[in-house]
């Protein structure tokens, strides 16, 4: 649903970050038409929920796992913050949008297929908190915020990470390497989300030793060099693997590891693939790294 184009985080995220390059206000006024379409507008916007997500005809009328697809939300939330945080639209346009989001996480922290996502063992659950930690931090909803910072520490990074950095249950898949980076992706996009100067969660070590650093270590070497790839090959989309990872761009600044930039720098920034681009839901950098 969110990846047919127009899609609405592709328009809201490539407008606000022609807003911010050019200073030119048709850009956010172009963002603002299609926010207030999608999430305003009573003819046309979307319901606040995702209870049809990945149905299966004559099986079931939705499923928990369809919520991964509101993993794409990030990047819109982001721009709503960005535009309103900056002047790009105004505090009564920002506060009819924001309730959409507000309605929405309230249903993805409620309702049985959202509470059912969240504790998913895999990537799932890393993406659940990463689209819960985007509206929480857009609405200022503090409850949501503690709950995906005590998440990240305390339940993904410690169930879900090696002592190695690897992720076993995304290594145990039929597409090793393309979930591998997915959820480095993912965790590293809950980290810039939710860190403060207080708290800064790429910093966030357990105490058995697991970090998004460590996270990075492992798999930064396979990005440099996909051949040295010691694992089975994805049965599908081999190929289109690495692209600009925000992971790397994310890494870069939290470590000033000027490596990891390099190679973000070089890969491909706009890939073609439908499932690349599902699987790439921040794809804006200048919308995550303006202070």
């Known amino acids: 649903m969110l990846l047919e184009e127009p899609s609405v985080e592709l328009l809201s995220a490539t407008l606000t970050s022609a807003w911010l390059l050019t200073e030119n206000k048709v850009y956010a006024d172009k963002a603002l038409e299609h926010l ?11 319901n606040p929920h995702m209870l049809y997500a990945q149905a299966i ?8 796992i369809g919520l991964i697809d509101a993993y794409h939300f990030v990047e819109v939330t982001r721009s709503v913050k960005v535009l309103s945080d900056k002047g790009g639209i105004s505090p009564e346009q920002s506060v009819k949008i924001k ?12 309702h049985e297929y959202g509470i059912s996502e969240m504790n998913w063992k895999n990537n799932h659950g890393t993406c659940w908190a990463a689209t819960a930690a985007s509206m929480a931090v857009l609405t200022e909803n503090e409850e949501i915020i503690i709950l995906c910072k005590d998440r990240f520490k305390n339940t993904l990074l410690s ?7 690897s992720f076993p249950l995304e290594l145990k898949r039929t597409k090793p390497y393309g979930y591998s980076l997915f959820n ?3 965790f590293c996009n809950l980290a810039q989300i939710l860190s403060t100067p207080d708290d800064n969660l790429f910093e966030y070590e357990t105490k058995d030793g697991k970090s998004l650093k460590k996270g ?3 798999i930064y070497p396979y990005v440099e060099d996909k051949s040295k790839w010691p694992y089975e090959k994805d049965i599908y989309i081999w190929n289109e693997w690495p692209v600009c990872h925000p992971a790397l761009l994310f890494g870069a600044l939290a470590y000033n590891n000027s490596k990891y930039l390099d190679t973000y720098l070089e890969l491909p920034a706009y890939p073609n693939h439908s499932e690349v681009i599902r699987n790439l839901p921040v794809r804006h950098p200048i919308i995550w790294i303006i202070n």
């Open 36 to 46: 207030n379409a999608w999430f305003v507008d009573t003819n046309t916007k979307m």
């Open 57 to 64: 005809f004559g099986k079931v009328t939705g499923r928990g």
């Open 99 to 110: 309730a959409w989001f507000s309605e929405f996480l309230e249903w993805m922290t409620t």
């Open 159 to 165: 169930n879900q990470m090696a002592f190695d950095g």
């Open 184 to 186: 480095i992706d993912a």
């Open 216 to 218: 990075l270590e492992f």
